[in-house]
Protein backbone atom coordinates (compact mmCIF):
# COMPACT_ATOMS: atom_id res chain seq x y z
CA UNK A 1 0.00 0.00 0.00
CA UNK A 2 2.60 2.20 0.86
CA UNK A 3 4.70 1.59 -1.87
CA UNK A 4 2.08 2.15 -4.07
CA UNK A 5 1.31 6.10 -2.48
CA UNK A 6 5.26 6.53 -2.76
CA UNK A 7 5.09 4.95 -6.50
CA UNK A 8 1.69 7.36 -7.02
CA UNK A 9 3.83 10.66 -6.05
CA UNK A 10 6.88 9.88 -8.02
CA UNK A 11 4.52 9.65 -10.81
CA UNK A 12 3.12 12.44 -10.00
CA UNK A 13 5.96 14.55 -10.15
CA UNK A 14 7.62 13.35 -13.09
CA UNK A 15 4.15 13.54 -14.92
CA UNK A 16 3.91 17.31 -13.75
CA UNK A 17 7.66 18.06 -15.27
CA UNK A 18 6.50 16.36 -18.21
CA UNK A 19 3.58 18.16 -18.49
CA UNK A 20 5.12 21.19 -18.49
CA UNK A 21 7.36 20.06 -20.81
CA UNK A 22 5.15 19.44 -23.04
CA UNK A 23 3.13 23.20 -22.30
CA UNK A 24 6.57 25.01 -23.01
CA UNK A 25 7.33 23.01 -26.18
CA UNK A 26 3.96 22.93 -27.91
CA UNK A 27 3.22 26.18 -27.41
CA UNK A 28 6.43 27.90 -28.09
CA UNK A 29 6.61 25.74 -31.25
CA UNK A 30 4.09 28.02 -32.82
CA UNK A 31 6.57 31.01 -31.60
CA UNK A 32 9.30 29.95 -33.04
CA UNK A 33 7.33 29.27 -36.53
CA UNK A 34 6.57 33.09 -36.48
CA UNK A 35 10.19 34.40 -34.88
CA UNK A 36 13.05 32.74 -36.36
CA UNK A 37 15.42 31.06 -33.66
CA UNK A 38 18.28 33.33 -34.38
CA UNK A 39 17.04 36.41 -34.23
CA UNK A 40 15.43 35.32 -30.49
CA UNK A 41 19.00 34.59 -29.34
CA UNK A 42 20.97 37.63 -30.76
CA UNK A 43 18.15 40.61 -30.90
CA UNK A 44 19.15 42.88 -28.57
CA UNK A 45 15.83 44.75 -28.01
CA UNK A 46 12.73 42.95 -26.31
CA UNK A 47 9.61 44.82 -27.50
CA UNK A 48 7.08 42.39 -28.39
CA UNK A 49 4.26 44.65 -26.67
CA UNK A 50 5.09 47.66 -28.60
CA UNK A 51 4.26 48.52 -32.19
CA UNK A 52 7.45 47.97 -33.67
CA UNK A 53 7.92 44.54 -32.28
CA UNK A 54 11.67 43.03 -31.56
CA UNK A 55 12.14 39.69 -30.09
CA UNK A 56 15.86 39.53 -29.10
CA UNK A 57 15.14 37.17 -25.46
CA UNK A 58 18.78 38.66 -24.12
CA UNK A 59 17.95 41.69 -22.50
CA UNK A 60 15.44 39.56 -20.34
CA UNK A 61 18.93 37.46 -20.23
CA UNK A 62 21.14 40.08 -18.78
CA UNK A 63 18.32 40.91 -16.49
CA UNK A 64 17.92 37.78 -15.06
CA UNK A 65 21.87 38.02 -14.79
CA UNK A 66 22.17 40.86 -13.21
CA UNK A 67 19.75 40.40 -10.57
CA UNK A 68 21.42 36.91 -9.98
CA UNK A 69 24.94 37.89 -9.89
CA UNK A 70 23.90 40.92 -7.30
CA UNK A 71 22.31 38.27 -5.00
CA UNK A 72 25.03 35.61 -5.43
CA UNK A 73 27.72 38.06 -4.21
CA UNK A 74 25.53 38.85 -1.42
CA UNK A 75 24.46 35.65 -0.70
CA UNK A 76 27.86 33.21 -1.38
CA UNK A 77 30.03 35.04 1.12
CA UNK A 78 27.58 35.71 4.12
CA UNK A 79 26.38 32.36 3.66
CA UNK A 80 29.66 30.59 3.70
CA UNK A 81 30.61 33.02 6.64
CA UNK A 82 27.56 31.55 8.22
CA UNK A 83 28.36 27.97 7.04
CA UNK A 84 31.85 28.27 8.60
CA UNK A 85 30.87 29.93 12.00
CA UNK A 86 28.60 26.99 12.68
CA UNK A 87 30.28 24.10 12.00
CA UNK A 88 33.94 25.47 13.16
CA UNK A 89 33.13 27.98 15.46
CA UNK A 90 29.55 27.90 17.55
CA UNK A 91 28.72 25.40 20.15
CA UNK A 92 26.43 22.45 19.15
CA UNK A 93 23.13 23.63 20.79
CA UNK A 94 23.92 27.21 19.51
CA UNK A 95 23.71 25.68 15.99
CA UNK A 96 20.74 23.53 16.57
CA UNK A 97 18.66 27.00 18.05
CA UNK A 98 20.07 29.03 15.18
CA UNK A 99 19.38 26.91 11.91
CA UNK A 100 15.85 27.69 11.82
CA UNK A 101 15.84 31.22 12.97
CA UNK A 102 18.02 31.42 9.51
CA UNK A 103 15.53 29.17 7.68
CA UNK A 104 13.12 31.51 8.68
CA UNK A 105 14.43 33.86 6.36
CA UNK A 106 13.75 31.42 3.41
CA UNK A 107 10.09 31.02 4.94
CA UNK A 108 9.05 34.85 4.64
CA UNK A 109 6.60 35.54 1.79
CA UNK A 110 8.90 37.09 -0.85
CA UNK A 111 6.06 39.61 -2.18
CA UNK A 112 7.65 40.77 1.98
CA UNK A 113 10.85 40.86 0.05
CA UNK A 114 9.73 42.97 -2.72
CA UNK A 115 8.43 45.54 -1.15
CA UNK A 116 11.41 45.54 1.38
CA UNK A 117 13.76 45.74 -1.50
CA UNK A 118 11.43 48.97 -3.15
CA UNK A 119 10.18 50.69 0.14
CA UNK A 120 13.47 49.84 2.16
CA UNK A 121 16.11 48.93 0.18
CA UNK A 122 16.29 51.38 -2.39
CA UNK A 123 15.45 54.29 -0.49
CA UNK A 124 18.57 53.74 1.97
CA UNK A 125 20.83 53.18 -1.30
CA UNK A 126 19.68 55.87 -3.01
CA UNK A 127 21.39 57.80 -0.11
CA UNK A 128 24.51 56.74 -1.43
CA UNK A 129 24.11 56.33 -4.62
CA UNK A 130 22.31 59.34 -6.19
CA UNK A 131 22.00 58.40 -9.61
CA UNK A 132 19.89 55.14 -8.59
CA UNK A 133 16.28 54.43 -10.23
CA UNK A 134 13.35 53.89 -8.01
CA UNK A 135 13.10 50.53 -9.92
CA UNK A 136 16.78 48.70 -9.78
CA UNK A 137 18.49 45.27 -10.20
CA UNK A 138 20.88 46.11 -6.91
CA UNK A 139 18.12 46.54 -4.54
CA UNK A 140 16.44 43.82 -5.97
CA UNK A 141 19.61 41.42 -6.00
CA UNK A 142 20.51 42.32 -2.63
CA UNK A 143 17.66 41.65 -0.75
CA UNK A 144 17.64 38.54 -2.70
CA UNK A 145 20.85 37.65 -1.95
CA UNK A 146 19.47 37.92 1.63
CA UNK A 147 16.89 35.35 1.20
CA UNK A 148 18.86 33.09 -0.51
CA UNK A 149 21.70 33.11 2.20
CA UNK A 150 19.95 30.21 4.53
CA UNK A 151 20.35 27.70 1.32
CA UNK A 152 23.54 28.14 1.28
CA UNK A 153 24.69 28.60 4.20
CA UNK A 154 22.36 25.25 5.35
CA UNK A 155 23.64 23.05 2.78
CA UNK A 156 27.64 24.08 2.98
CA UNK A 157 27.01 24.12 6.83
CA UNK A 158 26.04 20.37 6.33
CA UNK A 159 28.77 19.21 3.91
CA UNK A 160 31.23 21.19 6.37
CA UNK A 161 29.86 18.94 9.11
CA UNK A 162 30.64 15.68 7.39
CA UNK A 163 34.03 16.46 6.77
CA UNK A 164 35.77 13.83 8.93
CA UNK A 165 36.80 15.25 12.43
CA UNK A 166 40.33 13.32 11.46
CA UNK A 167 41.13 15.90 8.81
CA UNK A 168 40.14 18.74 11.53
CA UNK A 169 42.62 16.72 13.87
CA UNK A 170 45.76 16.56 11.12
CA UNK A 171 45.52 20.33 10.93
CA UNK A 172 45.41 20.93 14.20
CA UNK A 173 48.18 18.52 15.05
CA UNK A 174 50.29 20.66 12.46
CA UNK A 175 49.95 23.87 14.74
CA UNK A 176 47.28 25.17 12.47
CA UNK A 177 44.33 27.24 14.04
CA UNK A 178 40.87 27.24 13.67
CA UNK A 179 40.74 29.73 10.79
CA UNK A 180 43.23 28.19 9.02
CA UNK A 181 41.90 24.49 9.48
CA UNK A 182 38.57 26.22 8.47
CA UNK A 183 39.59 27.83 5.53
CA UNK A 184 42.51 25.70 4.35
CA UNK A 185 40.96 21.94 5.11
CA UNK A 186 37.86 22.30 5.58
CA UNK A 187 35.96 24.41 2.98
CA UNK A 188 38.59 22.38 0.18
CA UNK A 189 37.24 19.18 1.83
CA UNK A 190 33.56 20.26 1.38
CA UNK A 191 33.79 21.95 -2.00
CA UNK A 192 31.71 20.27 -3.83
CA UNK A 193 28.72 20.35 -1.11
CA UNK A 194 29.78 23.84 -0.88
CA UNK A 195 29.07 24.22 -4.65
CA UNK A 196 25.92 22.35 -5.09
CA UNK A 197 24.41 24.68 -2.54
CA UNK A 198 25.89 27.82 -4.85
CA UNK A 199 24.07 25.82 -7.70
CA UNK A 200 21.13 25.15 -6.18
CA UNK A 201 21.00 28.87 -5.09
CA UNK A 202 21.51 30.67 -8.27
CA UNK A 203 18.45 28.61 -9.77
CA UNK A 204 16.48 29.66 -6.80
CA UNK A 205 17.66 33.35 -7.91
CA UNK A 206 16.88 32.80 -11.60
CA UNK A 207 13.28 31.66 -11.03
CA UNK A 208 12.33 33.75 -8.37
CA UNK A 209 9.35 36.30 -9.24
CA UNK A 210 7.83 38.12 -6.75
CA UNK A 211 11.19 40.73 -5.74
CA UNK A 212 12.32 41.40 -9.29
CA UNK A 213 8.55 42.24 -10.59
CA UNK A 214 8.15 44.39 -7.38
CA UNK A 215 11.46 45.88 -7.46
CA UNK A 216 13.10 45.92 -10.43
CA UNK A 217 10.89 47.60 -13.14
CA UNK A 218 9.48 46.27 -15.85
CA UNK A 219 11.90 47.26 -18.79
CA UNK A 220 13.83 44.75 -20.89
CA UNK A 221 17.41 46.74 -21.25
CA UNK A 222 20.29 44.60 -22.57
CA UNK A 223 22.93 46.09 -19.90
CA UNK A 224 24.38 44.76 -17.09
CA UNK A 225 24.18 48.72 -15.25
CA UNK A 226 22.55 47.80 -11.38
CA UNK A 227 21.14 51.03 -11.44
CA UNK A 228 18.69 51.51 -14.03
CA UNK A 229 15.54 49.44 -14.14
CA UNK A 230 15.27 46.28 -15.94
CA UNK A 231 13.36 42.91 -16.73
CA UNK A 232 14.40 39.79 -16.07
CA UNK A 233 12.17 36.37 -17.48
CA UNK A 234 10.26 35.52 -14.49
CA UNK A 235 8.85 39.22 -13.87
CA UNK A 236 8.40 39.16 -17.98
CA UNK A 237 6.45 35.98 -17.83
CA UNK A 238 4.05 37.30 -14.81
CA UNK A 239 4.01 41.11 -16.72
CA UNK A 240 2.11 39.57 -19.74
CA UNK A 241 -0.01 36.62 -17.60
CA UNK A 242 -1.67 39.23 -15.26
CA UNK A 243 -1.81 41.84 -18.35
CA UNK A 244 -4.94 42.09 -20.78
CA UNK A 245 -2.78 40.03 -23.71
CA UNK A 246 -5.02 38.17 -26.05
CA UNK A 247 -4.57 34.60 -25.08
CA UNK A 248 -2.89 32.73 -28.00
CA UNK A 249 -1.87 35.89 -30.00
CA UNK A 250 2.11 36.03 -30.53
CA UNK A 251 2.55 38.56 -27.62
CA UNK A 252 1.23 35.68 -25.81
CA UNK A 253 3.05 33.11 -26.85
CA UNK A 254 6.31 35.52 -25.72
CA UNK A 255 6.00 33.72 -22.50
CA UNK A 256 6.57 30.00 -23.11
CA UNK A 257 9.74 30.94 -25.15
CA UNK A 258 10.66 32.81 -21.80
CA UNK A 259 9.47 29.81 -19.89
CA UNK A 260 11.52 27.77 -21.72
CA UNK A 261 14.59 29.89 -21.63
CA UNK A 262 14.05 29.74 -18.37
CA UNK A 263 13.50 26.19 -18.01
CA UNK A 264 16.61 25.08 -19.65
CA UNK A 265 18.67 27.28 -17.48
CA UNK A 266 17.55 25.91 -14.13
CA UNK A 267 17.41 22.46 -15.88
CA UNK A 268 21.26 22.83 -16.60
CA UNK A 269 21.65 24.32 -13.24
CA UNK A 270 20.03 21.25 -11.52
CA UNK A 271 22.03 18.79 -13.69
CA UNK A 272 25.24 20.10 -12.85
CA UNK A 273 24.54 19.86 -9.18
CA UNK A 274 23.11 16.42 -9.53
CA UNK A 275 26.19 15.28 -11.39
CA UNK A 276 28.39 17.14 -8.65
CA UNK A 277 26.78 15.47 -5.68
CA UNK A 278 26.68 12.22 -7.06
CA UNK A 279 30.47 12.27 -8.25
CA UNK A 280 31.57 13.44 -4.84
CA UNK A 281 29.21 11.33 -2.57
CA UNK A 282 31.31 8.80 -1.45
CA UNK A 283 34.46 10.49 -1.43
CA UNK A 284 34.66 10.32 2.82
CA UNK A 285 33.12 7.40 3.53
CA UNK B 1 78.63 3.61 20.07
CA UNK B 2 77.00 7.11 20.00
CA UNK B 3 73.80 5.45 21.87
CA UNK B 4 75.07 5.30 25.39
CA UNK B 5 75.74 8.68 25.88
CA UNK B 6 73.69 10.34 28.21
CA UNK B 7 70.32 11.10 26.73
CA UNK B 8 68.56 14.24 28.03
CA UNK B 9 65.14 14.39 29.57
CA UNK B 10 62.60 15.55 27.07
CA UNK B 11 59.04 15.32 28.34
CA UNK B 12 58.40 15.31 32.13
CA UNK B 13 54.87 14.18 33.15
CA UNK B 14 54.15 14.78 36.64
CA UNK B 15 51.31 13.17 38.63
CA UNK B 16 49.14 13.40 35.85
CA UNK B 17 45.64 13.17 36.55
CA UNK B 18 42.96 12.83 33.58
CA UNK B 19 38.80 12.96 34.36
CA UNK B 20 36.53 12.64 31.21
CA UNK B 21 33.33 14.06 33.65
CA UNK B 22 32.92 11.83 36.15
CA UNK B 23 35.64 8.73 34.35
CA UNK B 24 38.76 8.94 35.88
CA UNK B 25 41.38 7.77 33.09
CA UNK B 26 44.41 8.36 33.48
CA UNK B 27 45.84 8.09 37.85
CA UNK B 28 48.53 9.70 38.88
CA UNK B 29 50.94 9.23 36.05
CA UNK B 30 54.38 10.19 36.07
CA UNK B 31 56.56 9.25 32.81
CA UNK B 32 59.59 10.64 31.85
CA UNK B 33 60.76 10.31 28.63
CA UNK B 34 64.36 11.02 27.07
CA UNK B 35 65.45 12.29 24.03
CA UNK B 36 65.71 10.56 20.88
CA UNK B 37 64.43 7.45 22.27
CA UNK B 38 61.56 5.27 20.94
CA UNK B 39 58.95 4.63 23.60
CA UNK B 40 56.34 2.31 23.53
CA UNK B 41 53.10 2.71 25.24
CA UNK B 42 51.08 -0.86 25.85
CA UNK B 43 48.11 -1.93 27.36
CA UNK B 44 44.89 -3.34 26.72
CA UNK B 45 42.19 -1.25 25.34
CA UNK B 46 40.52 2.10 26.82
CA UNK B 47 43.46 1.79 29.56
CA UNK B 48 44.62 5.39 28.62
CA UNK B 49 47.39 5.31 26.27
CA UNK B 50 45.82 7.40 23.27
CA UNK B 51 44.40 9.91 26.15
CA UNK B 52 48.53 10.29 27.67
CA UNK B 53 49.77 10.58 24.30
CA UNK B 54 47.23 13.27 23.07
CA UNK B 55 48.27 15.05 26.42
CA UNK B 56 52.13 15.91 25.01
CA UNK B 57 50.20 17.92 21.94
CA UNK B 58 46.89 19.16 23.92
CA UNK B 59 44.92 17.37 21.49
CA UNK B 60 42.71 16.44 24.27
CA UNK B 61 41.57 20.07 24.51
CA UNK B 62 38.75 19.91 21.99
CA UNK B 63 37.19 17.13 24.07
CA UNK B 64 34.89 19.07 26.57
CA UNK B 65 34.50 16.70 28.83
CA UNK B 66 38.19 16.19 29.17
CA UNK B 67 39.74 17.15 32.84
CA UNK B 68 43.49 17.42 33.23
CA UNK B 69 45.92 18.20 36.30
CA UNK B 70 49.54 17.64 36.87
CA UNK B 71 52.41 19.05 34.68
CA UNK B 72 54.08 18.06 31.53
CA UNK B 73 57.45 19.18 30.75
CA UNK B 74 58.22 19.51 27.07
CA UNK B 75 61.74 20.64 26.33
CA UNK B 76 61.88 22.52 29.58
CA UNK B 77 58.26 24.19 29.50
CA UNK B 78 55.00 23.10 31.45
CA UNK B 79 52.92 22.90 28.50
CA UNK B 80 49.67 23.44 30.33
CA UNK B 81 51.13 26.54 31.23
CA UNK B 82 48.24 29.18 30.43
CA UNK B 83 51.30 31.39 28.77
CA UNK B 84 51.62 28.45 26.37
CA UNK B 85 50.38 28.89 22.76
CA UNK B 86 49.18 25.67 21.48
CA UNK B 87 49.80 26.02 17.97
CA UNK B 88 53.57 26.63 18.78
CA UNK B 89 53.70 24.10 20.85
CA UNK B 90 52.40 21.43 17.97
CA UNK B 91 54.86 22.66 15.28
CA UNK B 92 57.19 21.21 17.74
CA UNK B 93 55.58 17.70 17.93
CA UNK B 94 54.54 15.86 14.67
CA UNK B 95 51.82 13.33 15.23
CA UNK B 96 50.52 10.41 13.22
CA UNK B 97 47.31 9.01 13.72
CA UNK B 98 45.84 5.14 13.62
CA UNK B 99 44.17 5.86 10.40
CA UNK B 100 45.81 7.54 7.44
CA UNK B 101 44.32 10.69 7.08
CA UNK B 102 46.05 13.00 4.39
CA UNK B 103 44.26 16.11 3.28
CA UNK B 104 42.37 15.97 0.04
CA UNK B 105 45.49 18.18 -1.97
CA UNK B 106 47.82 17.05 -3.87
CA UNK B 107 50.78 15.43 -2.46
CA UNK B 108 53.01 18.28 -2.53
CA UNK B 109 50.18 20.39 -0.76
CA UNK B 110 49.61 17.73 2.24
CA UNK B 111 53.51 17.70 3.01
CA UNK B 112 53.98 21.38 2.47
CA UNK B 113 50.95 22.02 4.75
CA UNK B 114 52.70 23.13 8.28
CA UNK B 115 55.19 25.12 6.62
CA UNK B 116 52.14 26.88 4.46
CA UNK B 117 50.72 27.69 7.73
CA UNK B 118 53.22 29.52 9.50
CA UNK B 119 53.29 31.74 6.36
CA UNK B 120 56.18 30.07 4.47
CA UNK B 121 55.72 30.72 0.60
CA UNK B 122 59.54 30.66 -1.19
CA UNK B 123 58.87 27.81 -3.52
CA UNK B 124 62.51 26.39 -3.25
CA UNK B 125 62.18 26.64 0.39
CA UNK B 126 59.11 24.83 0.24
CA UNK B 127 60.00 22.13 -2.69
CA UNK B 128 63.28 21.36 -0.18
CA UNK B 129 61.40 20.85 2.26
CA UNK B 130 58.75 18.33 0.49
CA UNK B 131 61.66 16.56 -1.34
CA UNK B 132 63.47 15.94 2.28
CA UNK B 133 60.55 14.94 4.34
CA UNK B 134 59.48 12.70 1.60
CA UNK B 135 62.84 11.01 1.50
CA UNK B 136 62.53 10.65 5.25
CA UNK B 137 59.37 9.50 5.04
CA UNK B 138 60.74 6.70 2.32
CA UNK B 139 57.94 7.70 -0.09
CA UNK B 140 60.24 9.86 -2.17
CA UNK B 141 61.09 6.89 -4.83
CA UNK B 142 57.31 6.25 -5.33
CA UNK B 143 55.98 9.82 -5.51
CA UNK B 144 58.86 12.18 -6.88
CA UNK B 145 57.28 12.39 -10.46
CA UNK B 146 53.52 12.50 -9.12
CA UNK B 147 53.90 15.24 -6.79
CA UNK B 148 50.46 16.73 -7.93
CA UNK B 149 48.49 14.01 -7.57
CA UNK B 150 46.00 13.70 -4.76
CA UNK B 151 47.23 12.28 -1.46
CA UNK B 152 43.89 10.17 -1.09
CA UNK B 153 45.05 8.59 -4.67
CA UNK B 154 47.87 6.65 -2.63
CA UNK B 155 47.35 2.97 -0.81
CA UNK B 156 46.85 2.47 2.94
CA UNK B 157 50.05 2.40 3.43
CA UNK B 158 51.63 5.17 1.52
CA UNK B 159 49.09 7.57 2.75
CA UNK B 160 50.36 6.81 6.00
CA UNK B 161 54.12 7.31 5.09
CA UNK B 162 52.68 10.61 3.44
CA UNK B 163 51.37 11.47 7.16
CA UNK B 164 54.82 10.88 8.46
CA UNK B 165 56.07 13.33 5.53
CA UNK B 166 53.83 15.91 6.36
CA UNK B 167 54.20 15.60 10.13
CA UNK B 168 58.25 16.32 9.73
CA UNK B 169 58.18 18.76 6.93
CA UNK B 170 57.68 21.48 9.81
CA UNK B 171 60.82 19.83 11.75
CA UNK B 172 59.48 18.65 14.84
CA UNK B 173 61.67 17.34 17.75
CA UNK B 174 59.16 14.85 19.02
CA UNK B 175 56.63 12.40 17.05
CA UNK B 176 53.70 10.82 18.13
CA UNK B 177 52.12 7.80 16.60
CA UNK B 178 48.86 6.62 17.93
CA UNK B 179 48.84 2.85 16.74
CA UNK B 180 50.55 3.85 13.18
CA UNK B 181 50.79 0.39 11.60
CA UNK B 182 46.95 -0.72 12.93
CA UNK B 183 45.34 -0.15 9.76
CA UNK B 184 47.81 -1.44 7.27
CA UNK B 185 48.85 -4.33 5.34
CA UNK B 186 52.21 -6.19 7.10
CA UNK B 187 54.34 -5.28 4.46
CA UNK B 188 53.56 -1.80 4.82
CA UNK B 189 53.85 -2.13 8.58
CA UNK B 190 57.04 -3.36 8.20
CA UNK B 191 58.27 -0.34 6.25
CA UNK B 192 56.84 2.17 8.49
CA UNK B 193 58.86 -0.16 11.35
CA UNK B 194 62.21 0.71 9.23
CA UNK B 195 61.13 3.99 9.08
CA UNK B 196 61.13 4.24 13.21
CA UNK B 197 64.32 2.92 13.54
CA UNK B 198 65.47 5.85 11.29
CA UNK B 199 63.99 8.25 12.57
CA UNK B 200 65.02 7.76 15.90
CA UNK B 201 68.07 9.32 15.41
CA UNK B 202 66.87 12.85 15.07
CA UNK B 203 63.45 12.27 17.04
CA UNK B 204 62.16 11.13 20.19
CA UNK B 205 58.88 8.78 18.97
CA UNK B 206 56.31 7.62 21.33
CA UNK B 207 54.42 4.96 20.21
CA UNK B 208 50.99 3.25 20.84
CA UNK B 209 50.76 -0.38 19.90
CA UNK B 210 48.94 -3.07 20.16
CA UNK B 211 51.30 -5.37 18.76
CA UNK B 212 53.88 -6.96 21.10
CA UNK B 213 56.10 -7.43 18.39
CA UNK B 214 56.57 -4.42 17.22
CA UNK B 215 56.77 -2.97 20.32
CA UNK B 216 59.86 -5.35 20.80
CA UNK B 217 61.45 -4.53 17.64
CA UNK B 218 61.19 -0.48 17.46
CA UNK B 219 61.17 0.71 21.02
CA UNK B 220 64.07 1.17 23.57
CA UNK B 221 61.93 1.40 26.34
CA UNK B 222 58.07 0.39 27.17
CA UNK B 223 55.49 1.62 29.12
CA UNK B 224 52.86 -0.11 30.03
CA UNK B 225 49.10 1.06 31.36
CA UNK B 226 46.53 -0.68 32.75
CA UNK B 227 43.03 1.36 33.40
CA UNK B 228 44.63 4.34 33.81
CA UNK B 229 47.57 3.35 36.37
CA UNK B 230 51.29 2.88 34.31
CA UNK B 231 51.80 -0.10 35.97
CA UNK B 232 55.54 -0.76 34.68
CA UNK B 233 57.75 1.49 32.67
CA UNK B 234 61.48 0.39 31.93
CA UNK B 235 63.74 -0.62 29.29
CA UNK B 236 61.78 -2.68 26.88
CA UNK B 237 63.93 -5.50 26.74
CA UNK B 238 63.58 -5.70 30.22
CA UNK B 239 59.79 -5.36 30.63
CA UNK B 240 59.57 -8.10 28.26
CA UNK B 241 61.85 -10.61 29.38
CA UNK B 242 61.55 -9.82 33.44
CA UNK B 243 58.48 -8.18 33.67
CA UNK B 244 58.14 -7.03 37.67
CA UNK B 245 54.44 -7.14 37.57
CA UNK B 246 52.00 -10.01 37.40
CA UNK B 247 49.75 -7.36 35.24
CA UNK B 248 52.60 -7.00 32.97
CA UNK B 249 53.50 -10.48 32.48
CA UNK B 250 49.79 -11.57 32.37
CA UNK B 251 49.03 -8.92 29.23
CA UNK B 252 52.29 -9.44 27.61
CA UNK B 253 52.17 -13.10 27.65
CA UNK B 254 48.44 -12.96 26.68
CA UNK B 255 49.17 -10.84 23.83
CA UNK B 256 52.33 -12.96 22.35
CA UNK B 257 50.02 -16.20 23.07
N1 LIG C 1 35.75 11.90 24.70
C1 LIG C 1 35.64 11.00 25.67
N2 LIG C 1 34.64 11.09 26.55
C2 LIG C 1 34.51 10.17 27.54
N3 LIG C 1 35.32 9.14 27.72
C3 LIG C 1 36.33 8.98 26.87
C4 LIG C 1 36.56 9.91 25.80
N4 LIG C 1 37.64 9.51 25.11
C5 LIG C 1 38.08 8.38 25.72
N5 LIG C 1 37.31 8.08 26.77
C6 LIG C 1 37.51 6.94 27.68
O1 LIG C 1 38.75 7.09 28.31
C7 LIG C 1 39.39 5.83 28.45
C8 LIG C 1 40.76 5.88 27.83
O2 LIG C 1 40.64 6.07 26.44
P1 LIG C 1 41.87 6.02 25.45
O3 LIG C 1 41.37 6.35 24.11
O4 LIG C 1 42.96 6.84 26.00
O5 LIG C 1 42.26 4.49 25.52
P2 LIG C 1 43.33 3.67 24.69
O6 LIG C 1 44.23 3.05 25.67
O7 LIG C 1 43.95 4.51 23.66
O8 LIG C 1 42.45 2.54 24.03
P3 LIG C 1 42.57 1.86 22.60
O9 LIG C 1 43.66 0.86 22.73
O10 LIG C 1 41.26 1.19 22.41
O11 LIG C 1 42.86 2.92 21.60
C9 LIG C 1 38.48 4.81 27.79
O12 LIG C 1 37.78 4.16 28.79
C10 LIG C 1 37.55 5.63 26.95
O13 LIG C 1 36.30 5.04 26.89
MG1 LIG D 1 43.84 4.58 21.51
Keep these: MIELILKFSAFVSIGT ?11 SIP ?7 IDFLTDTQWTPLFT ?9 ITGTLTVTLIALLVAVPLGIIIAVFLSEYASPKFRRSIKPILEILAAIPTVVYGFFALMTVTPILQTIIPGLSGFNALSAGIVMGIMIIPMVSSLSEDAMYAVPKSLREASYAMGANKFQTAFKVVIPAAFSGIIVSIILAIARAIGETMIVAIAAGQQPRFTMDPTVPIQTLTAYIVQVSLGDIQHGSLEYKTIYAAGIMLFAITFLLNSISFYLRKKYQEKYI | MKEKKEQRTIIQSESINVYYDDKHVLKNVNLDIKEKTVTALIGPSGCGKSTYLRLINRMNDYIPEFHFSGTIVVNGKNIYDDSVEVEELRKDIGMVFQKPNPFPKSIYDNVAYGLKIQGIKNKTVLDEAVESSLKQAALWDEVKDNLKAG ?17 LAVQPTILLMDEPTSALDPISSAKIEELIFELKKQYTIIIVTHNMQQATRVSDNTAFFYIGDLIEYGKTDELFMNPIHEQTKKYITGRFG
Design chain 1, 52 to 60: NKHFGILPL
Design chain 1, 17 to 27: TMGILYVLLSE
Design chain 2, 151 to 167: GLSLSGGQQQRLCIARA
Design chain 1, 31 to 37: FFREVSL
